[in-house]
T-cell receptor, first 113, second 116 residues
Framework: DGGITQSPKYLFRKEGQNVTLSCEQN?????MYWYRQDPGQGLRLIYY???????QKGDIAEGYSVSREKKESFPLTVTSAQKNPTAFYLC????????????FGEGSWLTVV | AQSVAQPEDQVNVAEGNPLTVKCTYS??????LFWYVQYPNRGLQFLLK??????LVKGSYGFEAEFNKSQTSFHLKKPSALVSDSALYFC??????????????FGSGTRLSIRP
């Protein structure tokens, strides 16, 4: 089935550690996105990419980094510089940056312990 | 600047009754409008969208939404609510231009609770 796969679903991190969340899509979409969702809250854009080897900061990029080496993959690294990383992270993709519908993965929970 | 507002944090409806989840927007050009649903610990699922054409848009699971340009609204509706419709609903908007600065903006979400 076509879709967006995020892994792991649940991740625990000690303070001071970097962690990487995986996002893979087989929809042949050019654009990919990372959003953060805090409990009971809306979505905030972290980073987005419209083509391979190019990405742009969203509204809350500080403490995060991404790469886009392959069209199918857009991993997100949560660095130790992110002060409050505990949240639900959602990866998404669309045919183009200015395309119509954004489709989402199932999300990854990150908890700092 | 684009913006979208969902004025109700929570909507409570009895099963079998009609439901409405409100959304208003602001964009500089023609809007592209979307509704998504999120169940607990899951990603957002696309329900429907308005790009152009008929103001009444039909989507998944019996939902529909009406685009009202004069009121800048895009309310989500369903004629008869089901308990399984209980979830978090997000409205989203993007302007229809071709600027690279144009991005989809999501509302804060409305929690829909359907009582048996």
């Amino acid at each position: 089935d076509g879709g967006i796969t995020q892994s792991p679903k649940y991740l625990f991190r000690k303070e001071g550690q970097n962690v990487t969340l995986s996002c893979e899509q087989n929809l042949n979409h050019d654009a990919m996105y990372w959003y953060r969702q805090d409990p009971g809250q809306g979505l905030r854009l972290i980073y987005y990419s419209q083509i391979v080897n190019d990405f742009q900061k969203g509204d809350i990029a500080e403490g995060y980094s991404v790469s886009r080496e392959k069209k199918e993959s857009f991993p997100l690294t949560v660095t130790s510089a992110q002060k409050n990383p505990t949240a639900f992270y959602l990866c998404a993709s669309s045919a183009t940056l200015l395309g119509n519908t954004i489709y989402f993965g199932e999300g990854s929970w990150l908890t700092v312990v | 600047a684009q913006s979208v507002a969902q004025p109700e944090d929570q909507v409570n409806v009895a099963e079998g009754n009609p439901l409405t989840v409100k959304c208003t927007y602001s964009v500089s050009g023609n809007p592209y409008l979307f509704w998504y649903v999120q169940y607990p610990n899951r990603g957002l699922q696309f329900l429907l969208k308005y790009i152009t054409g008929d103001n009444l848009v039909k989507g998944s699971y019996g939902f529909e939404a009406e685009f009202n340009k004069s009121q800048t609204s895009f309310h989500l509706k369903k004629p008869s609510a089901l308990v399984s419709d209980s979830a978090l609903y997000f409205c989203a908007v993007r302007d229809g231009g071709y600027s690279s600065a144009s991005k989809i903006i999501f509302g804060s979400g409305t929690r829909l609770s359907i009582r048996p």
